[in-house]
């Protein structure tokens, strides 16, 4: 916050100015502060208006912030917002606020009725579940201009998104069962062996792609079968895992430890281009792969066992390690081996111990090769 030559008026970046006026209250009688944070051209435009909010207060009148259509508030909103997403979050959030500011940019924010924002849902293009993601994006906007824009109600409230239709049955959508990893796992061996320690890791640990592509050789005790989540990527782009709960220790399954030992043995011995990096996965450019690597090799091992249903090898292998935890283990083991969506989760879930979590993984490693339970 820098200070204009302004009396009242400092600068807060990006076109955001806090106005600050000492006027007596009309509800109290007594002098008071009266704050506001607002959207201007310049320093100048800020004194113009904090002088409009002196004059109000002084006849007494109840003060409201000064109009901002839509693009304005979201200049100031977003500037402040991006630095916290992660480049997939910002990204969704990009074409989310493009769409909105098409129709609705020119509105006053406090003019904006439902009417008007069901009319922009029905004028948009595209699949529901992108239309329900822009949809989200409003509400989260629309929640913090109640708040900073002292808004009377919040339009968006009762704004309904769309029905999201599915071609599979809810159980089957995106998991496969222990019979069908199984075969999965077994014909990308022996089929597509170069894509199977990245599969196996996927499969028997729950981690998202994100986390496991971005695994360096640090990051693993292979001697004492676990791997500490500390960060993701998405699109080659480095940052923290999803949410806090997500830094945890993953345990690795003895197929998991001996497919990654003969994995590091293979790059050490071709001497492969990402061991300067430290990467557990490397693409052959020794940079993070993409998440779409596996569409092929997986989709083959699907055709192959006759599994037509939906299946995204970027998050199906998690959806289906999380399944198969679930009918072996209590729920606070599911939470702390998947990792937790928020911190209240996670802080109940910390306490779950190793040993616990390697019971939970051995009993899912049964559920797929029978023969190795332990007797």
């Known amino acids: 916050m820098q200070k204009t030559k302004h009396t009242g008026v400092w600068s807060l970046g990006d076109g955001r100015y806090l106005i600050r006026v000492y006027a007596l209250c009309h509800k109290t009688g007594r002098m008071k502060d009266n704050e506001r944070t607002i959207v201007a051209r310049s320093a100048k435009e800020a004194a113009a208006q904090r002088e409009e909010l002196r004059c109000t207060l002084q006849r007494g009148n109840v003060v409201r912030v000064v109009r901002q259509t839509l693009s304005q508030y979201v200049t100031s909103w977003f500037a402040a917002k991006a630095p916290a997403l992660k480049p997939s979050t910002r990204k969704t959030y990009n074409e989310a606020i493009a769409a909105i500011i098409d129709s609705l ?47 009377l109600m919040n339009p968006t409230m009762r704004l309904e998104p769309l029905r999201e239709g599915r071609g599979f049955d809810d159980d089957e ?79 690795l399954a003895p197929e998991v430890v001996e497919a990654l030992t003969a994995h590091r043995q293979n790059l050490i011995r071709v001497q492969h281009v990402g ?27 699907l055709q192959a066992a006759d599994i037509e249903r939906l299946f995204h090898a970027a998050h199906g292998f998690r959806h289906t390690f999380n399944d198969l935890v679930r009918k072996v283990s209590q729920e606070q083991v599911r939470q702390a081996l998947v990792g937790h969506e928020t911190q209240q989760m996670g802080d109940r879930y910390s306490h779950v111990r190793l040993e616990e979590r390697r019971a939970a993984v051995a009993r899912v490693v049964a559920l797929i090769r029978p023969s190795s339970a332990p007797e």
């Open 105 to 151: 940019g020119d509105y006053y924010v406090d003019a904006i009725t439902l009417e008007d924002l069901i009319l922009w849902r029905d004028s948009l293009e595209g699949a529901a579940a992108t239309i329900n993601g822009r949809i989200r994006v409003l509400k989260t906007l629309m929640r913090d201009a109640v708040y900073d824009l002292r808004l």
């Open 275 to 301: 061991l300067q990096h430290g990467l557990v996965f490397p693409t052959s450019k020794g940079t993070y792969p993409s998440n779409s690597v596996l569409t092929k090799p997986v989709r083959a091992a």
């Open 173 to 251: 959508a995106m998991s496969l069962t222990a019979q069908e990893l199984r075969y999965v796992l077994d014909w990308i061996k022996a089929h597509k062996p170069q894509w199977y320690p990245l599969v196996v890791t996927l499969a028997l640990t729950g981690m998202r792609f994100g986390e496991a592509t971005a695994l360096c050789w640090d990051d693993l005790d292979l001697v004492q079968g676990i791997a500490r989540i500390r960060k993701s990527q998405w699109r080659g782009r480095l940052g923290e895992p999803k949410t806090r709960g997500s830094r945890r220790i993953v345990v």
